[in-house]
């Protein structure tokens, strides 16, 4: 366990403000110097229901939510009291402290609401005996009380922000700075009046504890922000003006942040009827000239299988967003999963061929789908950006810089209309939009937007001869079907040469390997780091492109282990599956570890797995499986 | 020279322009009512003054879908039953085209029925032709959402239990602001009402009737016909909701009644269309987006410029 860091979840019913109460703490930290790291979790239920939100703070990036937390603020689920809510769920009053027993640190504390709890209740979880067992320091407080004093009850966040920074030992200099920019009036006057009260009475309570919350200072100006956010930030300095969507957890987060700005940026959104529709919708800007957008989760991005297919075989660029969370069906709607993979990969009818980039955390999320956009309308191909729940739902410091790139506005490979006056041309006046073999040695057979003079083409489905009409020799197709697969070498090229993707952990050389992909990455190299310590060897490589596949990247990394193991939230090890069916081998390397009961990783997690990997045990652990290496 | 030169251009437009060079007879069978819709819209052309590479055409999956093989304009043979979603995009990426979209009763009335009532609530500036002949062509002669009750067919030996779908009814209920029907057998209206549509500020839907001779052996009943407007005993207000509605009941009993009426059915003048009404909210441009992408002088913003300030 790592010390020298703040660990503090916030606990409540969902829907009583937990997630923005945790979003103005973090932020706060940040802006006092800390890096952080928030970490979601919450019920499928609008109202009630046990909720939290870590905040891990450190004086060094921090790379995930870490193994459990050392402050624990309990403020009672309010939407509980409700003796409806409480007939159909039973009595959740007092889940918000003790579901959260099991992960509080040894010497912890435990600061409650115990304005809103009832006291014999309390006696009856066994918060004493818990306590006294653990070292934790419980300290109870009437939050609700302080905040009635001021108005309403609704601010007893507030007052448990005032009590954890005395507690703590933080200036609660930029809590204060955050309630006077973001509320005006009365209740800004009122929260300012929460947060100092609950600071006097907790100050006066002179908690004895040993957390050290760190100190730090940026050098650069930093930003606090969300998967969804980054993602969204990427497409729209992308040039994207298009998006159509419907709703469906988690890609609903990216759907809305998009909707928000577009307006503003000259750019139109629409929610439509289905996600066919979305997607085809989103086909059709392109197709016009726009650079669009779609997506949705996996029932919805199920039915986008055809409008994908379409986008293929016709050459229209798009880019679609899957966010996943666990399946099969409509599965786990606010849990992450990473098990879309192979339906992504392989979505669609046909021999076809798509991108598909898996970012690892926020920084990746913008620039993969900047890489995106950029691919998916150079080389007239849809590429997919696939991430999932966690990454929505965390929030992440970094450098404001990392956003300071120029837009792209550039089109892609679309002709201006002189251009197409000297392209061929069908003896029908037909563009030939799809060319055997363009010019330029590529294959891509540049475009033309409807609208343009003399620039007429027919966009199909069906498999099409160079002016677009439908044809059905057999020589057209094979010079067209190679010509839309072997762009997949090509991107790979480009990627390669510009992008560099995926991300080496550790030492050069190691004994021991842990692949991973996707939102498990950083997660996996704090793991990484720890066994280093712990006196392992091993090195880690995180893999952010799914298609076309890193080929030489991986096999060159396999080669330098003696084995690996391939860490993946899904239970059919669907990464490893591709890495050895791409590779072609390496099946006796590679062993897995997988999770897949709706929550991602810890590190102390992989560093048991590992431990017990290469030491031949079975898991003790039952929230995960282990998979051995073929032959094994 | 601007990005798109061709949308605008005052010149004389001939109907041969729209000839592809390739015969339709290729995949329609002789007598297909498709011939006619391919005419009618030909014809329709010059006196709407569009030239070719200012028309998007989008079809979904049939023979009907064919359509855009023929017709020599900016084409996209989508996916069956989707036209209209990737139509309607077009539309608002860019106003400035003209906006077709076209498929067959199974294309347009089943898989893509959805899509049909959300087109129309929605009221987007573009024409609907739905060649309407009572059958499953591509697919060899299966039942079709129009097809008449009791209507045998392979995958319904025992004669369709379904009533079926009343098309003119629905849009008018969904919200399009210009309905019609038609037929291939009478090409002087139908190229009418294709003009009058395409020039209609709306959502336009045209039930086409078309005969399929190779499976459905009833098209006989489409002639003889009456033309609504011209007969003294259909005399109704195309603007008055109640009237149309009520006209439309009757069109639709009477076709399988074996009298068909066609025509103007409902003109509803006063309504924006939807990208009016998003630009009215500021949801879009005033400017089609499409042509910022060639404009040299355009500003393209960054999400740094103003959106990271709310992280910080
Ligand atoms: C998703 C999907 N389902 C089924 C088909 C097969 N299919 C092609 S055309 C067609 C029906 C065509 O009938 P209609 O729309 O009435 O057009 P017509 O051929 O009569 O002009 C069907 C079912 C398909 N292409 N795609
Ligand atoms: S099958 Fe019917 S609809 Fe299709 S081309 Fe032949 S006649 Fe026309």
Redesign the interface.
């Known amino acids: 366990m790592t010390d020298n860091e703040l660990i503090w979840r916030i606990a409540g019913g969902s829907g009583d403000g937990i997630d923005s109460t945790s979003q103005n703490f973090a932020k706060a930290l940040m802006?006092s110097g800390l890096h952080v790291f928030t970490h979601r979790h919450y019920p499928s239920r609008i109202r009630g229901g046990h909720t939290y939100v870590e905040v891990r703070a450190k004086d060094e990036p921090v790379q995930s939510r870490g193994d459990g937390y050392n402050f624990l603020l309990a403020l009672g689920d309010s939407f509980a009291r409700n003796p409806q809510e409480e007939a159909y769920y039973g009595k959740e009053e007092l889940k918000p402290l003790y579901e959260n027993f099991d992960e509080l640190r040894e010497g912890g504390v435990l600061l409650y609401d115990e304005g809103l709890l009832d006291e014999d209740d309390v006696d009856e979880i066994g918060l004493e005996e818990a306590a006294e067992e653990n070292g934790w320091h419980v300290v109870p407080m009437d939050l609700r009380g302080i905040a009635k004093e001021h108005g309403r009850e609704i601010m007893r966040n507030t007052a448990g922000i005032g009590a954890t920074a005395a507690i703590l030992d933080i200036d609660t200099e930029e809590f204060e700075q955050l309630i006077e920019q973001n509320m005006a009036g009365d209740m800004q006057e009122a929260n300012l009046n929460v947060l100092q009260d609950a600071y006097d009475a907790a100050s006066e309570l002179d908690i004895d504890h040993d957390i050290e919350v760190p100190e730090n200072s940026h050098d650069e100006?930093?930003?606090?922000?969300s998967g969804s956010?980054a993602i969204s930030?990427g497409a729209?300095?992308e040039?994207c003006?298009?998006i159509?969507g419907y709703p469906m957890t988690p890609w609903t987060d990216v759907f809305t942040i998009m909707s928000q700005?577009l307006?503003e940026?000259?750019?139109?959104?629409?929610q439509?009827?289905?996600e066919?529709?979305?997607a085809?919708?989103?086909?059709?800007?392109s197709?016009?000239?726009?650079?669009?957008m779609s997506g949705s989760s996996g029932g919805g991005f199920a039915l986008m299988s055809?409008?994908l297919g379409?986008a293929e075989m016709?050459e229209t660029p798009i880019v679609l967003v899957e966010a996943m969370r666990a399946g099969p069906s409509t599965g786990m709607p606010t849990k992450p999963e990473q098990a879309d993979l192979e339906f992504v990969l392989y979505t669609s009818q046909g021999d076809s061929a798509r991108v598909v980039f898996a970012p690892a955390n926020i920084r990746e999320c913008y620039t993969q789908t900047r890489a995106a956009f950029r691919i998916a309308y150079e080389y007239q191909i849809p590429a997919i950006v696939i991430y999932d729940q966690k990454i929505q739902g965390e929030l992440r410091n970094l450098p404001?810089s990392h956003?300071?790139?120029?837009?792209n506005?550039?089109?892609g490979s679309?002709l201006?209309?002189?251009e197409i006056q000297d392209a061929a041309h069908h003896?029908?006046?037909?563009f030939q939009r799809f060319l055997h073999e363009p010019e330029d040695g590529s294959n891509v057979s540049p475009r033309s937007?409807?609208?343009?003079?003399?620039?007429?083409?027919?966009?199909?489905?069906?498999e099409h001869n160079p002016s677009?009409?439908?044809s059905e020799d057999p020589d057209n197709r094979i010079a067209q079907m190679n010509r839309r697969l072997n762009k997949l070498d090509d991107i790979r090229a480009d990627l390669d040469e510009n992008a560099g993707h995926q991300t080496y952990h550790g030492p050069d050389e190691a004994d021991y390997g842990i692949l991973v992909w996707g939102s498990q990455q950083d997660t996996a190299f704090e793991a990484v780091d720890r066994l280093n310590e712990n006196g392992h060897s091993v090195k880690a490589l995180g893999v952010s492109d799914m298609m076309p596949y890193p080929v030489e990247e991986v096999s060159e990394w396999l080669e330098s282990v003696d084995e690996a193991l391939v860490v993946e939230m899904n239970a059919s090890a669907q990464f490893r599956g591709l890495t050895q069916k791409e590779l072609g081998r390496y099946g006796e390397k590679l062993s897995s570890l997988l999770k897949y009961n709706g929550n991602p990783f810890e590190p102390a997690e992989i560093v048991d797995g590992f431990e017990t990997s290469i030491n031949g045990e079975d898991l003790a652990a039952t929230n995960m499986k282990y998979l051995p290496a073929a032959g094994d | 020279?601007s990005?798109?030169?061709?949308?605008g251009?005052e010149r004389e437009i001939d109907r041969d322009e729209f000839t592809?060079?390739?015969e339709p007879q290729a995949t329609w069978c002789p007598g297909c009512g498709d011939f006619g819709v391919l005419k009618a819209l030909k014809q329709a052309m010059p006196e709407v003054g569009r030239n070719?590479?200012?028309v998007?055409l989008?079809t979904g999956?049939g023979c009907s879908g064919?359509l855009?093989?023929y017709f020599?304009?900016?084409?996209?043979?989508?996916?069956h039953g989707?036209s209209l979603?990737?139509?309607?995009?077009?539309?608002?990426?860019?106003p400035?085209?003209e906006v077709i979209a076209a498929g067959g009763d199974g294309d347009g009335y089943g898989i893509g029925g959805?899509?049909l009532?959300?087109t129309a609530r929605e009221n987007h500036d573009m024409t609907y032709i739905v060649f309407n002949n009572e059958i499953f062509g591509l697919t060899k002669g299966q039942t079709s959402p129009t097809s008449p009750k009791g209507h045998k067919s392979k995958t319904q030996p025992h004669g369709s239990a379904k009533s079926p779908i009343r098309p003119l009814s629905q849009s008018l209920n969904a919200g399009a602001t210009y309905i019609a029907r038609t037929a291939a057998v009478n090409p002087n209206q139908a190229k009418e009402i294709i003009a009058e549509a395409i020039e209609h500020n709306g959502f336009a839907h045209i039930d086409f009737l078309t005969q399929c001779p190779t499976w459905n052996k009833d098209a006989k009943h489409y002639v003889p016909y009456t033309d609504v407007q011209q007969s003294d005993d259909y005399d109704f207000d195309l603007s008055d909701r109640t009237e149309a509605a009520e006209m439309m009941r009757q069109t639709e009993e009477k076709l399988y009644e074996g009298e068909v009426l066609t025509g103007r059915m409902y003109v509803e003048d006063a309504r924006p269309s939807y990208g009016e009404e998003?630009q009215a909210i500021?949801?879009?441009?005033e400017e089609p987006?499409?042509e910022?992408?060639?404009d040299e002088d355009?500003e393209?913003?960054?999400?740094?410029d103003n959106?990271?300030e709310h992280?910080?």
């Open positions: 802006r100006e930093q930003v606090i922000l956010n930030y729209l300095d040039g003006r298009f159509s700005h307006p940026f000259g750019g139109i959104s629409e439509v009827e289905d066919i529709a979305a085809a919708l989103a086909l059709g800007a197709h016009a000239g726009v650079k669009s055809e409008p379409l016709t404001a956003f300071d790139e120029e837009p506005a550039d089109p679309v201006t209309e002189e003896s029908s006046g037909k937007i409807p609208g343009q003079k003399d620039g007429r083409f027919l966009a199909t489905g069906n677009g009409h439908i | 020279m990005a798109f030169s061709a949308i251009e592809p060079g390739i070719p590479d200012e998007a989008f999956i064919k855009n093989s020599n304009s900016y084409g996209f043979h989508t996916i989707r979603p990737v139509a309607r995009a077009a539309k608002l990426a860019n400035n085209l959805n899509h009532i959300h998003k500021g949801e879009m441009p987006l499409a910022r992408y060639f355009a393209w913003e960054r999400t740094y959106l990271l992280h910080k």
